[in-house]
């Protein structure tokens, strides 16, 4: 649909339609460790769903920085951390993984929906028509459900 943005439709339904895209697709390049890393050093456990995980995180950060002028691995990290659990005492925040951010803008620049920009990562102009055309369908989905 023309004049349909990825604003315009809810961020999950966006992030699922785009990350099962991406997956179609084939061309994201997904590390080998992917099914044992932990995604951040406040979490316990690795991703229960070792075989989606990454296209997601991917199809959430490309809808981050389309939303953003421009983002580096370290706001990322800081966005995608969480809070420890320490027992008794306060909680405190720790960032995600660096290797698993990095990793992720690497392979989103490598199929060209990234591009290097002044203070970080931008959208690129291919990537850009990409999410506003998942955005459309994901939206027409939505139309046709009401």
């Known amino acids: 649909m023309p004049g349909v943005s990825v604003r315009d439709v809810p961020a999950q339904e966006f992030i699922v339609a785009y990350a099962q895209f991406l997956q179609r697709q084939g061309k994201l390049e997904v590390p080998g460790y992917v099914e044992l890393v932990k995604t951040s050093s406040g979490n316990e456990l690795p991703p229960q769903d070792s075989d989606k995980w990454f296209y997601m995180r991917a199809a959430s ?3 981050h920085i389309y939303l953003r002028k421009s983002v580096g691995t370290g706001k990322l990290n800081k966005l995608y ?12 925040h720790r960032d995600a993984s660096g290797s698993v951010n990095r990793k992720v ?23 850009q028509r990409d999410l506003d055309r998942i955005a459309g369908e994901v939206f027409a989905g939505a139309q046709d459900d009401e």
């Open 61 to 63: 950060v490309a809808r």
């Open 81 to 92: 951390g969480g809070t420890i659990n320490r027992g008794s005492r306060p909680s405190h």
């Open 105 to 127: 803008l690497q392979a989103l620049e490598k199929i060209g929906v990234l591009q290097e920009g002044k203070n970080g990562r931008k959208i690129s102009e291919s990537g």
